[in-house]
């Protein structure tokens, strides 16, 4: 496998990719008590996070149930409830924080289908009794129960699965980038929400095209990291997503989704965001930041690791080989105390 | 992103240990002046006068750029300090025996001073010079006002490339650039004020070795270097350099500090006093002060600049075509950049009359009123002035200065109660009246508006919140994006009416950016206001 940044040569992977890679790779992947928090300063701008992202999600996909599937008919649930009892009558389009509404992006109503040619339908009813169903139309009406779920699914969010091959990941081309990862064959075509890619202040094109930015190179095919993570609208190559995106600009999440297990967050202000946001209250957080930037924001960063520090402890050695990071790259990890 | 992570990485990598080749300056005569100064700013501080504590702040300021940028010893650069304080016996009668010595030993160094060369220009250039022998690249950081002092450190030896890209200014210089072998420092490296730098000059170099040059006395701040991934335990902030020195293991990058001691030898055992941290000591006793928030100064022009609270959301415009949402709230330094255009608004005011009047119609008229009594007695008119309570001290280089044509702020007193008695004192209100409109208030208030509107004081009457006069403007300003952008192409600054169908009455003014410095620390009435640089030099301790 080869390297490239921008529109150098291509190279072995470097140092600090490896190690980067190799820290998202090896981060605990269960929810647990033992929240973890880590802090990576980096020497210069570069797509870090994406990296740490990335190495996540290889290791995510080696293990079983990281899915959305499980979870898809209630999302469904969730959905239908919200604009019916809520946005189908809001006359605030669409400031849930204005409105205090308590949820966080519109539910227009639209449903589509997994099927080819995908068709469009809209929610007019739901049951969350009993005979757990919702009914949604396009010209005749359909009640769709759990068994059927994974056939439909939010307008605007990426599909819980795929029907047929073509659209899956390439195993082969994840296994290599980091070595020894094993690729579990049914998560290859499933969407899953546990990992977060929270991008930098400046907004998602911005952090698109940092990721794009670094290119790998595996059995003589391109690719760029920005279609590797597969948030939902990056990728050209799949339409399911393994990585959600949080906008700290906008503060928006790309999808309705379940909390997720590892948010990495791209910049000081995202990472700050993210520490403060009650929806990353239980996740682990990866924060990347630049050393190259005012002392103040410097500074509101460390205030606000020292202030957990009542709670948490120095857990750098859980990571063994990967808590020492090459030259340039400082690296802090603060696990829970007592649990 | 001008330079990679992978070049980055691969310069840190070949690094065995940053060498820091740390010369320290001394003069006898400088130290005295150091001293002198000193003690008068920490006496007219402590006067709890305003006219004290403005005195104390300008001579605050010269001493510290004296500090930290290679100023000649010339008339020029003395010729500020007198101009500050005035005449010996006026300040003695002003503020007493003490002040007045120690003035006159400031003066008698300066004599001394004037016309040898500068200590820490010849080090400086002696730096310059073995880098370019050894055929080193090397990089200059100082503030952008500076770098005047080290361009005319040319001489018929060669000297400073006149090429910008010697400079490093701003943290942005310093993310952007590429690595290189030699950077040259004037001053001790601290994270705020006079001679600031980016703590990642410590904690992520992109140079082999650090040329720092410093008057006997300046220290390092003990914590400069901060990195919150390596926070340890118990303090923030990172070992000192010694200790850094010693953990070079882990991965971490070793430093090497050799010192150099220059300095004269020939003074009495009293002027061999050691060297005090007058930085150190000015920012003590400016955090007496409550009040202050951090600041950021966007520079519009070489003379002007407006400060902003950190992180404040900026309204702004971005000429560049492929800009998704060309006016938006932006921040400083992160993504409000150069050439960028600033937007500050000013509306709500009730009085259209006044609102229709022309940049610099009231100031025109007072200003040539002011400079018509200035040549015809200015004695006298600096007397009435005493008399009617404007005790300015240096009155009448201020008033040359007032006189001055509007440029991108109209030059007028800083205070509104200065400014009345200066109107008065002119007759000026009297004369005018016949001229007013009918409906409209006293002369000297239209004008002193224009004033305010000129340094982009928003008058938000009728609004409760900035926000949502800046929702408004957004929308507004996308009506006016063909005359914006038409503007933005011509000029460096401008100012656009706002039309009367849309809801907000008032001008938008526009001023290019062309550089953004933080880490100052200003009163919160000083932001968002265009003031003049050597004005926001204060609030740099």
Redesign the interface.
Known sequence: MLFS??T?EWKQI???VTFLLRLGFGWPSELSARRRIA??????????AGLIALGAFIRDLGIEGTNDVGQHFDSLLRYAQQYLGRCRDCTVRCKPELQGCGYVSEATGRIRSTAKPPKRYFVEGFSLVDDRHIKFRNGGTIKLYSAGATNYYIDGDPPPIIRNESGALSSEVYAQIVENANIRRENIGKSYSGLCYAGR??GE?ASRA?CA?IRLKVQNVEYRLSDLLTIHGWSSSTSISRANFYNTRTERFDREASVPTLVVADGD?GFLKILSHPRFQRSDVIGV???????????A???R??GL?QWYV?DLETFGENS?????I???VLAKRGA | ?S????R???F??G?DAVIVERQEINSAAFGALRRSTRHIVLRLHDSEDQEGQEISGQLRTLLSEWLTVPVPFTGDTFDAFSVVLGDVRAVGARWGADIQALYESALRAVEQLSGEESPMRTQVRAAIGIAEQQGRPFKIFCHRQSRRHFESLRDSNGGIPSAADVFLHS?RD??DVSPFDVLIKVGPLR??GWGAV???LR??PRFRVLSQLVWGGCNDDADFG??????V?TT?GPPPLQAVVRAGN????AWTVRVTRHGDDSTTATERLPEEDELRFFREIISRHQGRR?A?LVQIDDQHGVLYP??ARVLSFDPDPSA?EPVSGR?P???LREGMFVILPNVGDIDLGELHAQHGDYSQRWKTRLSDELAANAGDLVRRLRLAGLNLLNLRSAMRHWCKPPSTVIHAPQQMKHFEILMHTLSIAESGAAARPPGQGAFWKSAWTEIRRSRGEAIQAGFQEQEIVEEQLVVICGKLMPAIRDNAAKRLDFRIQIPADSGVAGQLLFFMVCGIE??LSAPETEFRVVRELTATDQWRD
């Open positions: 940044e921008e150098s470097p140092e600090w802090l990576v300063s980096m020497p210069c701008d570069s797509a870090a202040i400046a094109s940092i930015s202000e930041i630049h050393k190259a930037v005012d002392r103040e924001r410097l500074e960063v460390g205030t690791l020292e520090r120095d020492r990071p090459p030259k340039g400082q690296l802090l | 992103m330079v990679t992570a992978s980055v990485f691969e840190l990598q690094l943290v310093y993310r994270a705020h980016p703590d990642a904690t992520a901060y990195d919150p991934a390596s926070l335990r923030i882990h991965n971490r990058l951090r950021a950190p992180h998704v921040i330094g992160d993504t933080e880490g």
